[in-house]
């Protein structure tokens, strides 16, 4: 009688086992990827902040101001870069476009005053 169930019980986990680590190998790759993403971001968040420390003051408010606002708009330029290319949410991938389009034109704006207040 034993025999007899326990025939079906390891039948059935030598074919749960390779089922589960199919799931959890594509579960993983996904994971991979959305963690790349993730990583991506808080790299570029670390080497804005590190890129804006390093500035040094130039005694002008008005000029630091505009020089570490476009680094900071770049930074969140770059961000959303990688959320259009990770990014699983639409409402997300929308706002990262959105800010795309703000900070591109508001760096214009820093690029254009820079420039005449050299």
Known sequence: M???FALP???SFII???AVSFAQT???G???QADQGSQQLH???RGGMESM???KPTGNVDKDFAMMMKMHHQQALDMAEIELRNGKSQEMRDMAQMIISAQKKEI???DKWLAANK
């Open 2 to 4: 034993r025999t007899r």
């Open 9 to 11: 019980i390891v039948v």
């Open 16 to 18: 749960a086992v390779p």
């Open 26 to 28: 594509d579960s993983m």
């Open 30 to 32: 996904m994971k991979g």
């Open 43 to 45: 790299q570029k968040m």
């Open 53 to 55: 420390q390093a500035l």
């Open 108 to 110: 214009a704006q820093f």
